[in-house]
C-alpha cells in the first residue's frame, strides 16, 4: 500500500521567510495530493492540492510542486505571516477506484516567529 | 448551515467499556471517513465507507467497528478489544466520485472527538 514520508517535522522561520515542506510517496499511481492545515485545537482543512497531470500550483503565497519521476511534492510558502503557524499535513491518493482514499504524513508543525 | 458534525467532543471511558462516536453530515456527501491522530504520527485511517450499507477497513481497524446505514451518517464503535483507544478521532466526508467538474475530492472534516481511557 501507500506509505507518506514527510520532512521536517518541525520547522521554525522568521516571519518574512520563506518556508518548505516535503513529502515523498511510494506508490507510483499516486495522482492525487492535496496538503491540509490544521490550526492549534481546529479541524484539518484543505489549502491547496495538485494533481498529477501538473508539475506545479500556486495560489497566493503558497505553492506546491510535484516530481512524479522521484515520487516527491513540497509545499512552499512565502512571506511567512504568524498565522501561518499550524501543522501541515500532505497526503496522497489513488484514484482508481474514486474513492479519495488519502493517506496522510506525520504532519509538519510550522512556527512563524514575529 | 451545512457541515459535518461530531459528539461528543471530549469523552472519558473506563476499560473494558465500549463506546460509540457520533458523526453526522449534511453535505450529501457520499464517502466517510474516520480517522485517528496521534502526535507525532499524522492522521491514520480507520474505516472508510463510499456508499451506504458498505464500508472498508483502512490501516488500522482492529478493535473498531462502523455502521452506514443512512447517508448522513457514519458512527464508529471503540471496542474493548483496542489496545490503545486513548486519542483524538476526526470524522470527515467527501464526494465519491469527480462528476462535471462538481467536486474536488476535498475532506471536509469535523471538530474531533478526545476519547480518553481512564
Known amino acids: 500500500g501507500e506509505n507518506v514520508e514527510q520532512h521536517p517535522s518541525t520547522l521554525s522561520v522568521q516571519e518574512g521567510d520563506s518556508a518548505v515542506i516535503k513529502c515523498t510517496y511510494s506508490d507510483s499511481a499516486s495522482n492525487y495530493f492535496p496538503w491540509y492545515k490544521q490550526e492549534l485545537g481546529k479541524r484539518p482543512q484543505l489549502i491547496i492540492d495538485?494533481?498529477?497531470?501538473?508539475g506545479e500550483k500556486k495560489d497566493q503565497r503558497i505553492a506546491v510542486t510535484l516530481n512524479k519521476t522521484a515520487k516527491h511534492f513540497s509545499l512552499h510558502i512565502t512571506e511567512t505571516q504568524p498565522e501561518d503557524s499550524a501543522v501541515y499535513f500532505c497526503?496522497?491518493?489513488?484514484?482508481?477506484?474514486?474513492?479519495?482514499?488519502?493517506?496522510f504524513g506525520s504532519g509538519t508543525r510550522l512556527l512563524v516567529r514575529p | 448551515d451545512g457541515g459535518i458534525t461530531q459528539s461528543p467532543k471530549y469523552l472519558f471511558r473506563k476499560e473494558g467499556q465500549n463506546v460509540t462516536l457520533s458523526c453526522e453530515q449534511n453535505?450529501?456527501?457520499?464517502?466517510m471517513y474516520w480517522y485517528r491522530q496521534d502526535p507525532g504520527q499524522g492522521l491514520r485511517l480507520i474505516y472508510y465507507?463510499?456508499?451506504?450499507?458498505?464500508?472498508q477497513k483502512g490501516d488500522i481497524a482492529e478493535g473498531y467497528s462502523v455502521s452506514r446505514e443512512k447517508k448522513e451518517s457514519f458512527p464508529l464503535t471503540v471496542t474493548s478489544a483496542q489496545k490503545n483507544p486513548t486519542a483524538f478521532y476526526l470524522c470527515a466526508s467527501s464526494f465519491h466520485r469527480i462528476a462535471g467538474g462538481r467536486n474536488t475530492g476535498e475532506l471536509f472534516f469535523g471538530e474531533g472527538s478526545r476519547l480518553t481511557v481512564l
Open positions: 495538485i494533481r498529477s497531470n501538473v
Open positions: 497526503a496522497a491518493s489513488n484514484r482508481v477506484d474514486s474513492s479519495y482514499k488519502l493517506i
Open positions: 465507507s463510499q456508499i451506504v450499507n458498505d464500508f
Open positions: 453535505l450529501n456527501h457520499d464517502a
